[in-house]
């Protein structure tokens, strides 16, 4: 499993809106940490980058972040993109109610890390529930 220690620094950050120059550098160091592992692990990414305008070489001076191409929806209903870790990963759908599904996989550390930020979301709101919640009807 690859080892992003600043995304999972940042994915387990308690307060999800927690905003200063340390969360500030360590958003910094997670976004270039995990387009740099796409960029090695997952086919075509760097062909969409280049495709983009976005030399791998520059990734390490990017300032912000929205310099990045952005992959929309449409994108993942066409394609399965899958780097090393999500080859045996968990496949989410969406409901595919405009058309056809858009399909992602996770692997352990990933689904993990997501699960975590909505926990913390969740405690931060208040919308934690005390026990079990039996949702059958």
């Not at 360590?26 to 760097?46: C, G, K, S, V, W």
């Not at 209903?77 to 058309?99: F, Q, V, W, Y």
């Not at 990933?110 to 969740?122: K, N, R, W």
Request: aromatic share 10%.
């Amino acid at each position: 499993m690859a080892s992003l220690a600043n995304v999972d620094a940042l994915c387990a950050l308690d307060h999800p809106y927690l905003r200063n120059a340390e969360t500030d550098r360590l958003f910094d160091a997670a976004m270039r940490e995990i387009t740099l592992h796409h960029l090695n692990h997952t086919p075509f990414y760097d062909r969409w980058l280049s495709d983009n305008g976005i030399q791998p070489e520059s990734i390490d001076n990017i300032q912000c972040w929205s310099q990045l191409p952005p992959l929309f929806a449409n994108y993942f209903k066409r394609r399965l993109l899958l780097s090393e870790t999500g080859k045996e990963g968990m496949e989410l759908t969406s409901s595919g109610t405009t058309g056809q599904k858009s399909r992602m996989r996770y692997d352990s550390r990933s689904i993990g890390a997501a699960q975590g930020m909505v926990d913390h979301i969740f405690r931060y709101y208040g919308w934690e529930c005390s026990g079990l919640l039996n949702l059958a009807t």
